[in-house]
């Protein structure tokens, strides 16, 4: 290769490099700078930049290729929102904080890679309010990006068929995959006192990925379509308080919005099982041969007289509406 012209670095360039040096190949770094690879490595060497531990030949521990709970998460937010690249990169995006400190922590702890290791950045994007269906241009989401063609190259067998994932892990491990799915691309709905757990993807792949795991829990999921996405959906209250506390969620903002209407529901709930213990008690009286009437007074002023009736005569059961 002929040696680039020498000339002087600006500003720009410099940014770039110590932006790009960590993780972009050098032979691509000098078509972008149009600059020799002596130049780059020298100047770099100046300005304090390393290569040696974050290029592409950062090797993974051997228990790294093993299943974990951590690479297991990993696996599910890679698909859901992560990104790989041709350099070797492996990376995410978002908004929040929390998230992306519980990224680089699973990251950390199923890599062994040191934090300064990591390219972490912050700049203008868009973020995809999936419960507003909404698009938002913000100015500071958090960008984390890692290079080893190794975990590279393990990850991208997931990307490439996510059905892998239940082949490679154990069924122990399945909930962190749906965590990391959901801490990607999940949303949930307050919906008339209840709240509805959804998870939002194009990738037909993905989805039924996210299906067959809500599945193996003992879940009831829902698939339908919304705009150019499809959604899976939990509308079962108790399954809804199932996946929160069983599975968890990340992120504060969701956290504290699931809490609040998780107060409600439990006073929903507790009428609920109030009308539940009268139906019973209904059927049962009625199985022993009681009339209409006799019942009535024994369980009257406990519900409406219409609502009597419609399960007296079987026309409806308690909850017809409000699915648990």
């Given at each position: 290769m002929k040696n680039k012209i020498h000339k002087r670095w600006n500003s720009k360039d410099i940014a770039f490099l110590q932006k790009n040096y960590r993780e972009v190949a050098i032979s691509e770094l000098i078509k972008k700078l149009n600059r020799s690879r002596s130049s780059i490595c020298?100047?770099?060497?100046?300005?304090?930049l390393k290569r040696d531990n974050i290029g592409p030949l950062k090797r993974l521990p051997i228990l790294a290729k093993e299943p974990s709970k951590e690479l297991a998460w990993l696996v599910g937010y890679l698909l859901g929102d992560g990104y790989l690249t041709t350099s070797w990169t492996i990376?995410?995006?978002?908004?929040?904080?929390?998230?992306?400190?519980?990224?680089?922590?699973?990251?950390?702890?199923?890599?062994?890679?040191?934090?300064?290791?990591?390219?972490?950045?912050?700049?203008?994007?868009?973020?995809?309010?999936?419960?507003k269906g909404k698009v938002y241009t913000c100015e500071n989401i958090w960008v984390v990006r890692a290079c080893s063609k190794e975990a590279w190259q393990l990850l991208k067998k997931f990307k490439d068929n996510p059905l892998y994932s239940l082949r490679f892990f154990p069924e122990e491990y399945w909930k962190f995959i749906l965590k990391g799915l959901w801490d990607a691309e999940g949303h949930m709905t307050p919906a008339k006192g209840i709240i509805e757990i959804g998870f939002s993807n194009s990738n037909e792949k993905i989805l039924s990925l996210y299906e067959k795991l809500c599945l193996s829990l003992g879940y009831h999921p829902l698939k339908f379509k919304d705009r150019d996405e499809s959604k899976i959906m939990l509308f079962r209250m108790r399954e809804a308080q199932d996946f929160v506390k069983r599975i968890g969620?990340?992120?504060?903002?969701?956290?504290?919005?699931?809490?609040?209407?998780?107060?409600?529901?439990?006073?929903?709930?507790?009428?609920?099982?109030?009308?539940?213990?009268?139906?019973?008690?209904?059927?049962?009286l009625k199985q022993q041969g009681m009339q209409r009437k006799e019942i009535w007074e024994k369980i009257s002023r406990k519900v409406p007289i219409s609502t009597f009736d419609k399960w007296f005569y079987d026309i409806r059961k308690p909850g017809k509406n409000f699915k648990i």
């Open positions: 020298h100047k770099a060497n100046r300005i304090g990376g995410m995006k978002s908004k929040d904080n929390d998230l992306k400190n519980f990224y680089i922590k699973n990251l950390k702890k199923w890599s062994k890679f040191k934090k300064e290791e990591f390219v972490i950045d912050r700049e203008e994007g868009e973020y995809n309010d999936k419960e969620v990340t992120v504060q903002r969701k956290r504290l919005k699931i809490k609040k209407i998780l107060r409600k529901i439990k006073r929903k709930l507790k009428k609920f099982n109030e009308r539940i213990e009268i139906y019973n008690q209904l059927k049962k």
